[in-house]
């Protein structure tokens, strides 16, 4: 599998932008894609995910109400929808994919990812 992740950029704060998550290869073996963000001295989190066969999703509690989740299986392709940004959004985000179809539904945990798209920077200034 793998990812390509783009969509990001430089905004002011306040305003929005959409990353995608394009998936290649055996994407049909994939059951979760989610996104992670790494801000310069932090360590990775994870803020959202969708099981791309059931449609569950997770959104951290930092962007639950201003970045939804979407997937159009038939582009295999998963939408993160960044809006009302704020300065502390800045950071490196990453799209993974999770081969392992969770009981409890998709996982924010990115150890159990296993593969990772390079990462789209997004910088959001005050």
């Known amino acids: 599998v793998q990812l390509q992740a783009s969509g990001g950029g430089f905004v002011q704060a306040g305003g929005s932008l959409r990353l995608s998550c394009t998936s290649s290869?055996?994407?049909?073996?994939?059951?979760?894609i989610g996104w992670f963000r790494q801000a310069p001295g932090k360590e990775r989190e994870g803020i959202a995910c969708?099981?791309?066969?059931?449609?569950?999703?997770y959104l951290a509690q930092s962007v639950k109400g201003r970045f939804p989740i979407s997937s159009d299986n038939a582009k295999n392709t998963v939408y993160l929808q960044m809006n009302s940004l704020k300065a502390v959004d800045t950071a490196i985000y990453y799209c993974?994919?999770?081969?392992?179809?969770?009981?409890?539904?998709?996982?924010?945990?990115?150890?159990?990812?296993?593969?990772w798209g390079q990462g789209t920077l997004v910088t959001v200034s005050s």
């Open positions: 290869g055996r994407t049909f073996s994939t059951y979760a």
């Open positions: 969708i099981g791309r066969s059931d449609g569950n999703t």
């Open positions: 993974a994919a999770d081969l392992v179809r969770r009981q409890y539904g998709c996982s924010p945990y990115g150890p159990l990812y296993d593969y």
